[in-house]
């Protein structure tokens, strides 16, 4: 079990890097936050917990504008992308997602705005703890992409100035919501 520490270093190293951290009690007030937030298209990929929530749905009924169809049809900028994450790392404020998905990296780099549902019992001490679940996530012979996302997207490659936004979301929103799901490699 996740203690509060844990959580509240979590939310203190995810905040440091420009994300914003917010507990919800249920998913249904996690989609009241993100249809006051999000603007325009949101794209929700499709996985285990998307269907077993019934993300779309809820969303929806929230007063989500929640994308249909192809993501590669969303159009020139998706307003939003909600996914959830196989686990994080309190340390850094570091959320990791199977994204082996092409669905899921267009959720998580298009979109100007990223939401994460978190589990808080998914939160790791630090990155040595996420060594085994790492592994189990690579087994097998097909390819995977696992993304690491800590924060905005930012870069300093352009004339040495920060820029937020440039290669992915300009903000990221964590929601952390209790009895989603504690098992690491289910997203």
Same mark, same amino acid.
């Given at each position: 079990m996740v203690g509060k520490d844990q959580v509240k270093r979590f939310t203190e190293s995810a905040e440091r890097v420009g994300a914003t951290v917010a507990h919800y009690g249920t998913l249904e007030?996690?989609?009241? @936050?993100?249809?006051?937030?999000?603007?325009?298209?949101? &794209?929700?990929?499709? $996985?285990? &917990? $998307?269907?077993? %929530?019934? &993300?779309?749905?809820?969303?929806?009924?929230?007063?989500? *504008?929640?994308?249909?169809g192809s993501f590669r049809d969303a159009g020139q900028l998706p307003g939003a992308g909600v996914t959830f994450c196989n686990f994080a790392m309190a340390d850094t404020?570091? #959320?990791?997602?199977?994204? $082996?998905? *092409?669905?899921?990296? &267009?959720? $998580?780099?298009?979109?100007?705005?990223? %939401? #994460?549902l978190l589990d808080p019992t998914k939160i790791l001490p630090d990155n040595l703890a996420a060594v085994d679940?790492?592994?189990?996530?690579?087994?097998?012979?097909?390819?995977? @992409? #696992?993304?690491?996302?800590?924060? =905005?997207?930012?870069?300093a490659d352009i004339e040495r100035?920060?820029?937020?936004?440039?290669?992915? =979301?300009?903000?990221?929103h964590i929601l952390l919501v209790p009895d989603v799901s504690d098992d690491l490699l289910e997203i």
């Open positions: 007030d996690a989609a009241d @936050f993100i249809a006051r937030t999000a603007v325009g298209k949101t &794209l929700v990929p499709q $996985t285990a &917990l $998307t269907d077993k %929530f019934q &993300l779309w749905s809820l969303l929806e009924a929230a007063g989500v *504008e929640v994308h249909a404020g570091t #959320v990791v997602l199977d994204s $082996t998905s *092409e669905d899921i990296r &267009l959720a $998580t780099t298009i979109p100007e705005v990223h %939401f #994460v679940p790492m592994n189990r996530l690579y087994e097998g012979s097909e390819p995977r @992409f #696992v993304a690491y996302i800590t924060g =905005p997207s930012r870069t100035v920060l820029t937020i936004g440039c290669h992915g =979301p300009r903000q990221l």
